[in-house]
């Protein structure tokens, strides 16, 4: 079964530190993968999803098949980056799986 | 646009009692998602409709579970009886078809006690 797993419960980082949350999917094929976010007090959204290979708030992500990796980065954290972020994966005929989700937390 | 209506928001229960969620999509998005999502977990799928069918479902504990989602447009989400391990936020997730941007709605917290 596939699945998608995230190694930190928790990333503190200084404000404008780079920041690197982890991702890393189980199986091969041609998965489409998603960062989803949600932020205090408000649903979960969609980050950006590694087939429109765009930029939002600073965040990229870039899909690594040889590591089966798909971890989110961005150069400078801001505050209003604090929040819980969730990798996701969807492959043709499988479900769609969420890792168990990092909490950032940008400290001032 | 509006986003996607869930109730209620919370609900508790004891061990052993029914309890039913409701889901309103976006109007237009033909897929309509199910999640289960433990405290200190990702959401789970438990059902995916495509308009009024039934994509998967392999999630689903159909011993106590069950979802319909007639006239492809609102959903229900059943459990009959719950459990203490049932506790937890129920999502509610469409999308306009599989595989793209899905847009989530506040969720309905469960306690059962």
């Known amino acids: 079964a596939q699945r998608v797993t995230q190694p930190e419960k928790l990333l503190s980082v200084f404000k404008g530190a780079p920041v690197e949350l982890k991702c890393n999917y189980s199986y091969s094929g041609s998965p489409e993968l998603f960062w989803y976010v949600q932020y205090s007090r408000q649903r979960l959204q969609l980050l950006l999803r590694?087939?429109s290979r765009e930029s939002i708030k600073g965040f990229t992500a870039d899909l690594n098949k040889g590591e089966t990796s798909f971890h989110l980065k961005k150069p400078f954290a801001q505050e209003e980056d604090s929040a819980m972020y969730y990798c996701?994966?969807?492959?043709?005929?499988?479900?769609?799986?969420f890792g168990p989700g990092t909490r950032l937390s940008v400290l001032p | 646009e509006a986003g996607v209506a869930q109730s209620p928001r919370y609900k508790i229960i004891e061990k052993r009692q029914s309890v039913a969620f409701w889901c309103n999509p976006i109007?237009?998005?033909?897929?309509l998602y199910w999640y289960q999502q433990i405290l200190g977990q990702g959401p789970k799928l438990l059902i995916q409709?495509?308009?009024?069918?039934?994509?998967?479902d392999s999630q689903l504990p159909k011993d106590r579970f069950s979802a319909e989602r007639l006239k492809g447009v609102d959903s229900t989400l059943k459990i009959q009886p719950a459990k203490l391990e049932d506790s937890a936020v129920y999502l509610c997730a469409s999308s306009l078809g599989g595989r793209i941007e899905q847009f989530f709605g506040p969720g309905t917290r469960l306690t059962v006690l």
């Open positions: 590694h087939i």
């Open positions: 996701a994966s969807n492959n043709y005929g499988q479900n769609f799986v």
């Open positions: 409709f495509q308009n009024n069918g039934v994509v998967d």
């Open positions: 109007s237009g998005h033909a897929t």
